[in-house]
């Protein structure tokens, strides 16, 4: 029982930080938009995975790490914002593109890709693993038993992939979607500004 609340804790601060508004936000909404539900999902997964990925290293040590050998956490921010500016300077250029639909009215994304998609939006968030090894260290014992390890990663896996199932779900209602496709050259000029905005705010902030 002694575990109960701080893992009850961990998950209130970890859900809260997942519903902040960022990249993962943008591109999960703009997949569903775009693309509809399983794809959006599929990408949900991905974003699940690197969550485990980031939460995992910190359990490991690896933000330990960031703080002896800084220059490794500023490549990474710098590497994530190169990423994010690629994806927006696509978005950017393709805004005016028709969208290449099926006959469900949807753009065609793989699965393989989608998943890939969150997966990377997920890694490219170097703050994830701060975020983590500080909560960790303020909540659990310097080693703590392998079922809490286990119930972390849980939690986790559960608030990330829970919390954009469910914006997965209002955007990609027909309704939504075709609001989007009448506006899709200003709503994807739109996130890929602020796709950029967050991209260049990890460049700078890696100086």
Not at 30 to 38: D, F, I, M, N, Q
Not at 85 to 103: E, P, R, S, T, Y
Not at 190 to 200: D, V
Request: charged share 10%.
């Amino acid at each position: 029982m002694e575990f109960i609340l701080p893992l009850a804790t961990l998950a209130v601060a970890q859900l809260m930080a997942v519903i902040s508004p960022g990249q993962s936000f943008l591109v999960v909404s703009r997949t569903a938009l775009a693309s509809g539900r399983s794809a959006a999902l599929t990408a949900t997964l991905g974003m699940g995975i690197g969550s485990v990925f980031w939460a995992g290293s910190a359990m490991a040590g690896l933000a330990v790490l960031f703080q002896q050998a800084a220059w490794i956490y500023i490549a990474l921010k710098i590497a994530a914002g190169l990423y994010l500016l690629f994806l927006a300077i696509n978005l950017w250029w393709h805004a005016d593109d028709k969208m290449d639909v099926g006959q469900a009215g949807k753009q065609q994304l793989h699965f393989s890709a989608a998943l890939r998609l969150g997966f990377l939006t997920q890694i490219a968030n170097p703050k994830v693993i701060v975020f983590f090894g500080s909560i960790f260290v303020a909540l659990l014992p310097a080693q703590p038993p392998l079922w809490v390890m286990a119930a972390t990663l849980a939690i986790v896996f559960v608030n990330e992939t829970g919390w954009y199932a469910i914006v997965s779900c209002l955007f990609s209602a027909t309704k939504s979607r075709d609001a989007y496709l009448r506006a899709k050259p200003w709503v994807d000029r739109g996130m890929a500004g602020l796709l950029a905005l967050i991209g260049g705010k990890l460049i700078v902030d890696a100086r």
